[in-house]
């Protein structure tokens, strides 16, 4: 597979990433645009591991390493956004106001 195809869709993965993240107020939706940007790091990893030096494996171990912090991000998260959904009845950003003075 060619670097340049990796790098397009890793790109592309970011980007709706990045707009999800802006547009988006609820905050299930903003937890997997997180996602969305982590694997496209993933991607990137991968792709210049592969391109730079095939026969080693770091890429992938720094993928595995993201997996393993984006899982437990998106555990707390989800945590989080259970415990607050309980307590307002809501998941909108807006009205998460629990931090303001």
Same mark, same amino acid.
């Given at each position: 597979?060619? +670097? @340049?195809?990796? +790098?397009? =869709?890793? #790109?592309?993965?970011?980007c709706?990433?990045?707009?999800? =993240?802006?547009?988006?107020?609820? /905050?299930?939706?903003v937890?997997?645009?997180?996602?969305? +940007?982590?694997?496209?790091?993933?991607?990137?990893?991968?792709?210049?591991?592969?391109?730079?030096?095939?026969?080693?494996?770091?890429? @992938?171990?720094? #993928?595995i390493?993201?997996?393993?912090?984006? #899982?437990?991000? /998106? #555990?707390?998260g =989800?945590?989080?956004?259970? /415990?607050?959904?309980?307590?307002?009845?809501?998941?909108?950003?807006?009205q998460?106001? =629990?931090?303001?003075?």
């Amino acid at each position: 597979m060619q +670097l @340049q195809y990796c +790098l397009i =869709l890793a #790109a592309a993965l970011f980007c709706i990433g990045i707009y999800g =993240l802006i547009t988006s107020r609820n /905050a299930v939706r903003v937890l997997m645009s997180i996602e969305l +940007l982590l694997n496209a790091v993933n991607l990137n990893l991968m792709g210049f591991s592969n391109y730079l030096d095939p026969s080693n494996i770091r890429g @992938q171990v720094f #993928a595995i390493f993201v997996i393993t912090i984006a #899982a437990a991000e /998106a #555990a707390v998260g =989800l945590a989080i956004v259970l /415990a607050i959904y309980r307590n307002r009845e809501t998941t909108d950003m807006e009205q998460f106001n =629990l931090l303001k003075w």
